[in-house]
């Protein structure tokens, strides 16, 4: 594979503007919000592996990342980690950088060099797969109205062909870079600084796929005003799944028991939208029940290790931008509820913000909209909505939805809960 030289300055700009221009504002405000406080603390390196500008990020830098992101969420974009527990020097540590790399790498059949002059070239060095690198690929696709279903996959890059090399980027690097190399050989590996190891980028398609291509059409469906909120809302229950998986296999605690007791909270409610909340700390997971307490309009449902806050809020207390429920500084129904939990809970455990996407699915299925694959998560939580008392309506008999009397919604009785 030849390496070409770096594009001019002027062409990474054009880059830039066009993705900015297709972004908009609220394109770089969902990657800037996503970049400063969406990773979760134990993934430090995805944004960095996407782009590390050395000086500030800017508005054209974050669209870029954004675009980046929609690769990503979308299964375009695949990426692979290797952990190495060390970031590189800087550029006058080349040697060092390489020396390092060697011993590290030496399990992996991974060759990397790192070029010892770099001058003027198009990258910082190479690298060889020798067999393949485990990559893993995350997509969704809209089922229903409000329901995204994500999918999951893992896949390997390589083994490559002995001539055949992979660009290498280490440290600083603008994101429109990377888009550029994804452009021209399909994958890029990067090593970033203060990151605990190496990523691998690659596209779906590799060196076939045509980026060109899929921004025009991207370009072509910008005016339906549907592309930018639909990546907006992947992204965020992107990142509420994550989450999830982390701090179940931290806290030894099960997905299941998260599905029901989240589940119970939308039964027992029943009114749209609710502010929502699961707070995991591994205790008490010897439990068999869940317990329900309710307090005025708030309702705490706790066992196995988990518990799961949520507020039943008219429309007008909604908390619209799904990018606060990660904040403690707002004054919607999501930030006084956070500050609240904190209080209660004090810095044990991890908190999970559950995104209004997530809980008007599981209202969705409260009010009857279900498929086969709800019905274990349905069944459990009408389980533990019985075994505490509540009264779920015709659910109990037969299944099938509520009628629309024993729905609630923006009149609905404010004691409703446990009726």
Known sequence: MNMAERPPVSEHRKIG???????????????????QSGIPAYDKGFISALGQP???????????????LRLFITGDLLLGHIPLDAGPGRDKE??????????????????????????????????????????ERIWFHI???????FQ?????????????I?????????PTRTFTHLSEYGAVVRWPYDSDGLYLLVLREGREADLQAVFEKDWKSMPKGTHVPTIHTALMLWLYKVQVNHYTQVHDVEIDDINVATMAAALAVLRVPIAMFIHVTGEDIESPDIRILTEDR????????????????????????????????????????????????????????????????LLRIANGSYSVEDMPMLLGAMDALETNGIGIGTYANSGKSQRSSN??????NEDSVGQ
């Open 17 to 35: 503007r066009k993705m900015a221009a297709l972004a908009g504002t609220m394109g770089s405000e969902i990657a800037k919000s996503f970049r």
């Open 54 to 68: 050395f000086g500030r990020w800017d508005s054209e830098a974050d669209a870029v990342l954004w675009y980046l």
């Open 94 to 135: 080349r040697r060092r950088n390489q020396e390092l790399l060697d011993e590290l790498l030496s399990p992996h059949d991974i060759l990397l060099c790192v070029d010892q002059e770099q001058q003027g070239a198009g990258y910082d060095g190479h690298v060889h797969l020798h067999k393949g690198w485990k990559v």
């Open 143 to 149: 089922e229903k109205q409000d329901k995204l279903r």
């Open 152 to 164: 999951y996959d893992l896949e390997a890059v390589g083994p490559l062909a002995e001539d055949e």
């Open 166 to 174: 992979l660009p290498l980027e280490i440290g600083y690097t603008d």
């Open 298 to 361: 708030w309702m705490k449902i706790t066992g196995r290790g988990i518990t799961v806050y949520a507020k039943n809020v008219s429309q007008e207390e909604d908390c619209v931008e799904p990018w606060t429920l990660i904040t403690q500084d707002s004054s919607m129904p999501y930030g006084r509820l956070r500050t609240r939990i904190e209080i209660e809970v004090g810095s044990n455990g991890a908190m999970i913000a559950v995104p209004p996407q997530r809980v008007t699915e």
């Open 407 to 412: 729905k609630s919604g923006p009149g609905a």
